[in-house]
């Protein structure tokens, strides 16, 4: 069983639409935990960075963190063309190397 | 905010060269950097960490002298593949995390496409 689990997709929604990707884990010793888009051919870019449970927004994208259940979200509102990409969670126990998830590919329809 | 350069960003060459990536934090000093590689289609695969004076830590089943790695300073990591051949053609992406502890996240630099014909 991998420590982060991540469905793939693919995700495919209208322009406008909520957009809700998930990851669940495994290890209850990850307290950092991130959000990467990943357009093709391109190197991963941090979206989201949270610390333990909790909630955080940085406009259209909001990061939820749900430590008990072992689950993390991340809502993409009035989604965009723009932002169909490959999303990928991460997640650390403290410094060091951060476990992946396989990533969602996500296309938003004009 | 932080910014990772990653050079050459594509490469071809010829079975039995060697090809050598450079990763560079262009605004902070990075003590560990961090090499990937990433098959079409996939996520990422750890090939090892790279710490700044000292020798790389490999994962499992990465060769070492397949997979040469040096951090010679704060701001530059380099990968070599050496003796490339065909099925070490991919995707490679390096990372580094900002200095501050450990609450910092790791920034990436655009990858490099390596094609070995």
């Known amino acids: 069983q991998k420590e982060v689990e991540q469905d793939p997709g693919p995700l495919s929604v209208p322009e406008g639409a909520i957009v809700s990707l998930n990851c669940t884990y495994s290890?209850?010793?990850?307290?950092?935990f991130m959000w990467y888009r990943q357009y093709s051919r391109k190197g991963p870019e941090l979206l989201m960075y949270t610390y333990s449970s909790g909630n955080k927004e940085d406009g259209r994208f909001t990061a939820q963190v749900d430590k008990s259940s072992k689950y993390i979200s991340l809502f993409i509102r009035d989604s965009q063309p723009s932002d169909s990409a490959t999303y990928l969670c991460a997640m650390r126990r403290g410094a060091g190397k951060s476990t992946f998830g396989d990533g969602t590919t996500l296309t938003v329809k004009p | 905010g932080a910014v990772v350069s990653q050079h050459p960003s594509w490469v071809i060459c010829k079975s039995g060269t060697s090809v050598k990536i450079e990763c560079r934090s262009l605004?902070?000093?990075?003590?560990?950097m961090f090499w990937y590689r990433q098959f079409p289609k996939q996520s990422l695969m750890l090939m090892a960490t790279?710490?700044?004076?000292?020798?790389?830590?490999?994962e499992q089943g990465v060769e070492k002298d397949k997979f040469l790695i040096n951090h010679a300073s704060l701001t530059l990591s380099t990968l070599t593949v050496t003796s490339a051949h065909p099925e070490d053609s991919s995707f490679y992406i390096c990372?580094?995390?900002?200095?501050?502890?450990?609450?910092?996240?790791?920034?990436f630099g655009d990858g490099t496409r390596l094609s070995i014909l």
């Open positions: 990372s580094a995390a900002q200095p501050g502890g450990d609450n910092q996240p790791q920034h």
């Open positions: 605004d902070f000093q990075a003590t560990t």
């Open positions: 790279s710490n700044e004076g000292s020798k790389a830590t490999y």
């Open positions: 290890n209850s010793a990850f307290q950092y």
